[in-house]
C-alpha cells in the first residue's frame, strides 16, 4: 500500500467527498455569512477548505465538544412500592472514526496536552478518550503564519507533526498527503490519489526543509517557570500587564489547550441530562465558592493563574511541556490587545514592564 498520495487541487473535494462517505470529516471554511472568521465544520460538498490561513477556532470542539452529554438519567416509580423511585442511567459514549483535514501543527499539538491531563491518569476521562482514540489528524506542513503566531518559542514549529497521522504538504498543484503512522495509511486508499511523480516528492521535500528552518516568534518561551514564581507575588506587574483585562474569557474559548470545564444537571420532569460545558478560568464564577469565598475575584489574578499555568505549573507537572502551543489565537481575539508573549516575556526579572 503507497503511503503517499499526491492529490490535485481541483479534486480535492472530491476526495474529501470520498472519506466522508466511510468517516466523519472535519474541514477548516469560512464560519457563515460571516467572512472574517472561520472554524472547522463537517466537511460538505459546496464547501471550499479553507487551507492558506488558520482557522480563528481551533478544531478543539471536534474531539471535546463545547457542550456534551455525559450521561442522561429518568426516574421512574416502581409499580410495586410507588413510594420508592428508581433511576436509570444511559451513559454511552460516543466515538466514531473522524478525520480533522487541514490542521495545522499547533492545532494538533494542542491535545498532546488534552492526552495528559484525559487520559494519563490518574482518572481517564472514557467521554474525551473514545473520541480522541477515533481521531485523524492531516496536518498542513504550515506555510502561512503571521505576527501572532509564535510556535517556534515554545518548541514547536511549521513541520512539527507530533499528535498528526498524515502530513499535508501544499504544492503548486495540490497536496502531497503521507502517512505518519500505520493507522493513517487506509486513509490514504479511501482519498484514491495518484502516485506521486518523483519530482512532487522533491518538491514536497524542498518545501518542508524551508518550512523546518523557519523560526516563527522570536522569543525563547521554554523556561519560564521559575520567572514565572518570581513575578507571582509581584502584584504591580501583573498589574501594568494587564489591568485592561475584561474577563470576557475569548481567549480560553480559543485556546487549543484550554480545557476548563462545568458539569451541570438539565431536568424535565423525571427526566434530566448531564451536560459537560466549556467554562473559562478567566471569569469571575469559575471559581466562586458557595461559602461566597473566591480564591481569584481580580481579573489580574485571573490572568495571572493561566499565565502560570500553561508555563509554569503545566511543565513542572508533565516534564517540560507548555501549556501553550503558540497558535496566537489568544492575541489575535483578545479585544483589548493583551498578548500573552510580552506577559511571559516579561517575567524576567528587570524586564522593562512599561506600556
Ligand atoms: S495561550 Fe494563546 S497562543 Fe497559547 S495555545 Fe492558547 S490561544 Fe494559542
Ligand atoms: S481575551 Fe483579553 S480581555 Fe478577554 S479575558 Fe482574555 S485577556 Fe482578558
Redesign the pocket.
Given at each position: 500500500m503507497s503511503k503517499q498520495v499526491f492529490i490535485p487541487r481541483d479534486s480535492l473535494n472530491q476526495a474529501l467527498e470520498r472519506l466522508s462517505s466511510k468517516m466523519n470529516v472535519w474541514v477548516p471554511a469560512a464560519s457563515g455569512s460571516n467572512k472574517c472568521g472561520s472554524e472547522f465544520v463537517p466537511y460538505r460538498p459546496d464547501l471550499i477548505p479553507l487551507l492558506n490561513r488558520q482557522t480563528t477556532t481551533p478544531p478543539k470542539a471536534v474531539v471535546f465538544p463545547q457542550v456534551e452529554t455525559l450521561l442522561s438519567y429518568e426516574y421512574t416509580k416502581d409499580p410495586d412500592n410507588p413510594s420508592r423511585v428508581k433511576i436509570q442511567l444511559d451513559d454511552t459514549s460516543a466515538g466514531s472514526p473522524t478525520l480533522i483535514f487541514g490542521a495545522r501543527p499547533?492545532d494538533a499539538r494542542?491535545f498532546l496536552l488534552f492526552d495528559q491531563v484525559f487520559t494519563r491518569g490518574p482518572f481517564t476521562d472514557k467521554y474525551y478518550r473514545d473520541r480522541r482514540e477515533n481521531s485523524y489528524f492531516a496536518t498542513l506542513v504550515c506555510l502561512e503564519w503571521d505576527s501572532a503566531c509564535?510556535c517556534s518559542s515554545?518548541g514547536s514549529g511549521p513541520t512539527d507533526m507530533e499528535g498528526s497521522d498524515l502530513r499535508v504538504t501544499p504544492l503548486k498543484d495540490g497536496y502531497l498527503v503521507e502517512a505518519l503512522n500505520e493507522r493513517a495509511e487506509p486513509i490514504l486508499s479511501l482519498m484514491e490519489g495518484d502516485v506521486p511523480t518523483d519530482a512532487q516528492q522533491q518538491d514536497a521535500r524542498k518545501l518542508q526543509e524551508e518550512a523546518s528552518r523557519q523560526r516563527v516568534g522570536n522569543v525563547d518561551l521554554t523556561r519560564s517557570a521559575t520567572d514565572f514564581k518570581g513575578r507571582f507575588e509581584d502584584k504591580a506587574y501583573w498589574r501594568a500587564m494587564v489591568s485592561q483585562c475584561l474577563s470576557c474569557g475569548v481567549?480560553t474559548f480559543?485556546?487549543?489547550?484550554?480545557y476548563c470545564f462545568s458539569i451541570t444537571d438539565e431536568m424535565q420532569g423525571l427526566k434530566g441530562e448531564r451536560l459537560r460545558s466549556w467554562d473559562s478560568c478567566m471569569f469571575f464564577q469559575y471559581t466562586l465558592e458557595a461559602s461566597g469565598h473566591n480564591p481569584r475575584p481580580t481579573r489580574f489574578e485571573r490572568y495571572r493563574n493561566r499565565v502560570g499555568h500553561?508555563f509554569s505549573f503545566i511543565p513542572e507537572k508533565y516534564n517540560g511541556m507548555i501549556g501553550?502551543?503558540?497558535?496566537?489565537?489568544?492575541?489575535r481575539s483578545c479585544p483589548v490587545s493583551i498578548d500573552?508573549r510580552r506577559v511571559v516575556e516579561n517575567l524576567k526579572e528587570n524586564a522593562c514592564v512599561c506600556a
Open positions: 499547533c494542542g509564535f515554545v481567549c480559543v485556546c487549543p489547550t484550554c500553561k501553550c502551543c503558540g497558535c496566537g489565537r489568544c492575541i500573552i
